[in-house]
């Protein structure tokens, strides 16, 4: 544990679209029985601490990621009876930029208060689809393509799995070289130029 890390300051750090622009005021007693050592303090709600900007971004992104999905499902239609190929290339592809987004979120960028309500909980939120993977899965099963349901359930799963994966991977890979970049040029600034 880093020394920066130890005592309060640790145990009250929250997400950043959590946490208020004013410092909170001390909660006040609810009028409830003594216990111990004086009255029980009230929590705060989630709903009140959790800022109006962030649910106006989830929304956003979650009316572009609908969107998204809709347009694709009208411009690459799947036949009735067939794989459904195009809702299992929304959910395989949601996976993959969702990791990915996540390594940069956590990882590279500075930290935001937007970008990943937006982007993770909005867009990719409503452009990955449990529902139609579910629905389509049913009409497969209804009209006696058990294997193609059973392929559609099994390699959704193993597909999406073999994606985040993968967006976890080049993630981090970005990361790897951003640090050898950094500590290059360091040494280069200390060096001199020549210094490789």
């Not at 592809?93 to 940069?104: E, K």
């Not at 939120?125 to 993977?133: D, E, K, P, V």
């Amino acid at each position: 544990m880093r020394a920066d890390e130890s005592g309060p300051e640790r145990e009250s750090r929250e997400p950043p679209y959590l946490s208020d622009a004013e410092p909170r005021a001390e909660a006040e007693p609810r009028g409830e029985p003594e216990t111990g050592g004086g009255p029980t303090p009230s929590r705060e709600p989630f709903r009140s601490r959790l800022r109006k900007g962030v649910l106006a971004a989830v929304a956003c992104g979650g009316v572009l990621g609908g969107s998204a999905r809709y347009v694709l499902g009208l411009t690459f239609p799947t036949q009735r009876g067939t794989f459904p190929l195009t809702t299992f290339a929304i959910n395989v592809s949601g996976a993959f930029l969702l990791a990915l987004l996540l390594v940069y979120v956590l990882e590279i960028w500075p930290p935001t208060r937007y970008v990943r309500p937006f982007a993770a909980v909005g867009f990719l939120g409503a452009f990955t689809t449990f529902s139609t993977w579910m629905v389509d899965t049913d009409h497969l099963l209804g009209h006696g393509h058990y294997a193609v349901a059973a392929f559609n359930v099994f390699g959704s799963l193993f597909a999406g799995l073999a994606a985040t994966a993968l967006g976890l991977a080049i993630g981090r890979m970005a990361l790897a070289r951003r640090v050898r970049l950094a500590a290059r040029h360091s040494r280069a600034r200390r060096y001199g130029w020549w210094v490789r």
